[in-house]
């Protein structure tokens, strides 16, 4: 008589063998993101990456996740460009402070490991490490059955970088008379898609029908990838003085660009400095969705707000644009109780 056979990690959900087939086939992704100060291949318990020589290094470090931008993702089955998202916003914040991206580590969490399309992730997650110049040096993956749904997944990462101590860029500089230079988003980037999911859902739209004024589907649109700005901060930085820099992630330029003033500094931003993109006005008629709501929820256009002495601001936006960055003087900086002021 055959004895039954016993439980097994398989046979609870977790295939050890998917992982290693996994390894495999992110092995070459995680490489091309390498930097030379990198001393480990990927494998290791731990990440390995030595500080160039610095007078006074500080390290800055931002986490994130994509959000349920990975929703659209699953119901379009498109995986390799949540990576770049994720990238995207732990490196647009610790650039902020003039902090140069030295490297990156991911955790991915599903309820059945794929490798492909693990490696499709991957892919997408180097990808962003590469437009950022930062070494994908670690990461974790992990099968958790019974806790996500067979093809869902969730996806957070962190970032670490340095600037010297005397050129970190915190604010502190900003005054009154001060100009704000706009750099323009790729889109919806990766905020604000819960309340896009419902609009939608309630409208009845479908991810798969072709929009003109995108030029491709709906789906498509939502998914376009993060734009990633750390290197042209970085090259503005050696030329101009960057008295202030904002991310304009979830909650808009009311909630972004205020973090980085004084409590005397109110934001003017002038909307017809420039055009959002189609989405923008898109969601807002299926939606029904008021103005307010709108800049207080997405970016609008606007993917990184620059504070700069008024005699560089034209500087500044030529400088941009030279690096096929598309760039526009939005505002300025006057007395005031803190916040924006949107006229």
Not at 41 to 48: A, E, L, P, T, Y
Not at 258 to 277: F, K, M, N, Y
Not at 306 to 319: E, R
Request: aromatic share 8%.
């Amino acid at each position: 008589m055959k004895e039954p056979e016993g439980m097994t990690y398989r046979r609870a959900g977790v295939d050890i063998e998917a992982g290693y087939e996994t390894v495999r086939r992110i092995r070459g992704h995680v490489q091309s993101t390498f930097r030379r100060e990198v001393l480990m291949d990927i494998g290791s318990f731990g990440g390995f990456f030595a500080l160039r020589e610095f007078r006074e290094p500080v390290l800055v470090a931002g986490t994130d996740g994509v959000g349920t931008k990975l929703m659209i993702a699953f119901m379009m089955d498109v995986h390799d460009t949540v990576g770049i998202d994720l990238v995207a916003y732990c490196v647009n914040d610790i650039i902020c402070h003039g902090a140069e991206p030295l490297f990156f580590l991911d955790y991915l969490a599903v309820g059945k490991l794929d490798p492909r399309k693990a490696e499709l992730i991957v892919k997408g997650v180097a990808a962003g490490c590469r437009m950022a110049g930062c070494a994908l040096i670690g990461g974790e993956t992990a099968e958790m059955p019974g806790f996500y749904p067979p093809d869902h997944y969730d996806l957070a990462g962190f970032a670490v970088g340095v600037v010297e101590k005397e050129k970190i860029i915190d604010g502190s500089r900003i005054e009154a008379g001060d100009v704000i230079v706009g750099i323009r988003s790729t889109g919806l980037q990766s905020s604000g898609y819960s309340l896009t999911r419902k609009v939608v859902a309630d409208a009845n739209l479908s991810l798969d029908m072709y929009v003109p004024e995108f030029g491709r589907t709906l789906g498509e649109e939502l998914l376009e990838p993060t734009g990633i700005y750390a290197k042209p901060i970085l090259t503005l930085a050696k030329e101009f003085s960057l008295h202030g820099i904002a991310n304009i992630s979830g909650g808009g330029m009311p909630e972004n660009i205020p973090r980085v003033l004084g409590q005397d500094l109110q934001a003017l931003i002038r909307t017809e400095s420039w055009e959002p993109h189609a989405i923008f006005p898109f969601l807002q008629h299926h939606g029904g969705i008021a103005m307010d709501e709108m800049y207080k929820t997405y970016n609008m256009g606007i993917g990184m707000a620059l504070i700069v002495p008024s005699d560089q601001a034209d500087g500044v936006v030529a400088a941009l644009r030279a690096m096929e960055e598309e760039a526009y003087i939005i505002g300025e900086v006057v007395p005031g109780e803190r916040g924006v002021e949107l006229v």
